[in-house]
């Protein structure tokens, strides 16, 4: 830091100058790449250079009060957002489709039927049918979010000290239905192909419990894929014991192919819940919740009435309108497509790693090996200004396993990807050295 100081200040490194590549410097310095990144991380925060995503790092003057406030970009990989595809014409296409609603505002600002209006629930049938469910509109409820749809359908199914089966790490959204609503969760082990059917068998005969959860494809976190075998191996359990399933299909649409899902192979038996936030945004608060039968349907219109009046008519009019004419498609294939590219850079820099992912999920789950814990593997990414979730927001039983998630979407670029991807990798591979301070 000082020798770099004083180069600047020597004018042996001028103005816009630009700096090595971070693992480059580190190589010729004889350096882990953590150290170099750290030294950037700092030269950044005293205002001695900056950096511009995708062209490098320069020369700043020395303390210059606009590049000081230029800190070192926070990556955030906690939450679980789909990336934002760089493409213009999607932006214009979402951009059109606000514009559409101009005539319609005053109207979109009454209270609305409760569940959606005929054109909202006809397009969620169309939705829908991507995932071979055959419905009729009166079937589809439009609801506030995929959050509030399975608020509803557990509170539906289950009483406070009931229990309610699901795979033994598992989305934290649930974990806080269960706890808002006294439920108790139990979590069944799974393999290579998803949740144990033999598990789920002795878990139905010890625990009565009123319902299964599952989130079957893309799991949160792991990112667990229910084959076609286990799935119908689970139906057929299920149905023996006359068990509810809550299928949260949040990343059902994901995948260009992916196996049918509950509510087709069981649709007597599934609450299957669908919603926008994994592929056209967190912020377009709008789900589809298809219910076994008709009583149900109205049961729990009457709960989600309570709940949350309505959902928004301004965002579900957008969400219909999206859907009708192809922009969700769009939006679909460009996350797709920018998570396969995002998984590529995961394959190169971690290859030594041991991890699972997915070809097209936007998230993957990280073994950490010995010595490190996953509460000073996260501190440690930490001080770089990488942020990752730890394993403990999963975990339905004890002990959580060590080992994060990583997610590879939100706004931030592959550039940033790259960086955070490789200063995990540094950590892994120099545990040692890079974990001393946190021991």
Same mark, same amino acid.
């Given at each position: @830091?000082?020798?770099?100081?004083?180069?600047?200040?020597?004018?042996?490194?001028?103005?816009?100058?630009?700096?090595? /590549?971070?693992?480059?410097?580190?190589?010729?310095?004889?350096?882990?790449?953590?150290?170099?990144? #750290?030294? $950037?991380?700092?030269?950044?925060?005293?205002?001695? +250079?900056?950096?511009?995503?995708?062209?490098?790092?320069?020369?700043?003057?020395?303390?210059?009060? *606009?590049?000081?406030? &230029?800190?070192?970009?926070?990556?955030? @990989?906690?939450?679980?957002?789909?990336?934002?595809?760089?493409?213009? *014409?999607?932006?214009?296409?979402?951009?059109?489709?606000?514009?559409?609603?101009?005539?319609?505002?005053?109207?979109?600002?009454? $209270?609305?039927?409760?569940?959606?209006? %005929?054109?909202?629930?006809?397009?969620?049938? &169309?939705?829908?049918?991507? #995932?071979? !469910?055959? !419905?009729?509109?009166?079937?589809?409820?439009?609801?506030?979010?995929? *959050?509030?749809?399975?608020?509803?359908?557990?509170?539906?199914?289950?009483?406070?000290?009931?229990?309610?089966?699901?795979?033994?790490?598992?989305?934290?959204? @649930?974990?806080?239905?269960? /706890?808002?609503?006294?439920?108790? =969760?139990?979590?069944?082990? @799974?393999?290579?192909?998803?949740?144990?059917?033999? /598990?789920?068998?002795?878990?139905?005969?010890?625990?009565?419990?009123?319902?299964?959860?599952?989130?079957?494809?893309?799991?949160?976190?792991?990112?667990?894929? +229910?084959?076609?075998?286990? &799935?119908?191996?689970?139906?057929? +359990?299920?149905?023996?014991?006359?068990?509810?399933?809550?299928? %949260?299909?949040?990343?059902?649409?994901?995948?260009?192919?992916?196996?049918?899902?509950?509510?087709?192979?069981?649709?007597?038996?599934?609450?299957?819940?669908?919603?926008?936030?994994?592929?056209?945004?967190?912020?377009? #608060?709008?789900? $589809?919740?298809?219910?076994?039968?008709?009583?149900?349907?109205? #049961?729990?219109?009457?709960?989600?009435?309570?709940?949350?009046?309505?959902?928004?008519? =301004?965002?579900?009019?957008?969400?219909?309108?999206?859907?009708?004419?192809?922009?969700?498609?769009?939006?679909?294939?460009?996350?797709?497509?920018?998570?396969?590219?995002? *998984?590529?850079?995961?394959?190169?820099?971690?290859?030594?790693?041991? $991890?699972?992912?997915?070809?097209? /999920?936007?998230?993957?789950?990280?073994? =950490?090996?010995?010595?490190?814990?996953?509460?000073?593997?996260?501190?440690?990414?930490?001080?770089?200004?990488?942020?990752?979730?730890?394993?403990?927001?999963?975990?339905?039983?004890?002990?959580?396993?060590?080992?994060? &998630?990583?997610?590879?979407?939100?706004?931030?670029?592959?550039?940033? +990807?790259?960086?955070?991807?490789?200063?995990?990798? %540094?950590?892994?591979?120099?545990?040692?050295?890079?974990?001393?301070?946190?021991?």
């Amino acid at each position: @830091m000082e020798a770099l100081e004083d180069d600047i200040r020597a004018g042996k490194l001028n103005i816009t100058d630009r700096l090595p /590549a971070q693992r480059e410097l580190a190589k010729v310095l004889d350096l882990n790449y953590a150290t170099v990144s #750290r030294a $950037y991380s700092e030269a950044q925060r005293r205002g001695l +250079i900056y950096s511009r995503v995708g062209q490098g790092t320069f020369i700043c003057r020395p303390r210059n009060p *606009q590049a000081s406030q &230029r800190s070192a970009g926070r990556v955030d @990989m906690t939450m679980n957002l789909p990336p934002e595809p760089d493409d213009p *014409q999607l932006d214009e296409r979402l951009t059109r489709g606000l514009r559409a609603l101009d005539g319609e505002l005053r109207g979109l600002l009454r $209270y609305q039927e409760f569940g959606g209006s %005929d054109d909202a629930r006809e397009s969620g049938v &169309r939705w829908l049918a991507r #995932r071979g !469910l055959t !419905l009729s509109a009166e079937c589809v409820l439009v609801c506030p979010g995929a *959050q509030t749809a399975l608020l509803a359908v557990v509170g539906l199914l289950a009483k406070p000290g009931d229990v309610v089966l699901c795979e033994h790490l598992t989305y934290p959204g @649930m974990r806080a239905v269960a /706890a808002q609503l006294g439920v108790r =969760l139990v979590g069944l082990p @799974m393999d290579d192909e998803g949740v144990s059917a033999e /598990a789920l068998r002795r878990a139905c005969l010890e625990h009565h419990p009123k319902a299964l959860y599952s989130n079957p494809t893309f799991l949160n976190p792991t990112t667990h894929v +229910i084959s076609l075998a286990r &799935r119908e191996a689970l139906v057929a +359990i299920a149905r023996q014991h006359g068990i509810p399933i809550i299928e %949260d299909d949040a990343y059902g649409v994901l995948p260009a192919s992916t196996p049918a899902a509950f509510a087709q192979l069981a649709p007597e038996l599934t609450f299957h819940v669908s919603g926008f936030a994994k592929f056209l945004g967190a912020g377009l #608060r709008v789900a $589809y919740l298809v219910a076994p039968d008709a009583r149900r349907t109205s #049961r729990l219109s009457t709960s989600l009435r309570a709940l949350s009046v309505m959902a928004s008519p =301004l965002t579900v009019a957008l969400a219909t309108q999206w859907v009708n004419d192809g922009t969700a498609e769009a939006a679909l294939l460009g996350v797709r497509a920018e998570s396969v590219e995002r *998984q590529r850079i995961v394959s190169r820099v971690l290859a030594s790693a041991s $991890y699972r992912t997915q070809p097209e /999920a936007f998230h993957l789950w990280l073994a =950490l090996p010995a010595p490190w814990t996953r509460a000073a593997f996260a501190s440690h990414l930490r001080g770089h200004n990488v942020h990752v979730a730890v394993s403990d927001a999963f975990s339905v039983a004890e002990p959580s396993p060590e080992a994060v &998630r990583v997610c590879l979407g939100g706004a931030v670029s592959r550039a940033e +990807i790259t960086h955070a991807l490789e200063l995990i990798a %540094d950590a892994l591979e120099h545990p040692a050295s890079t974990s001393s301070a946190f021991f």
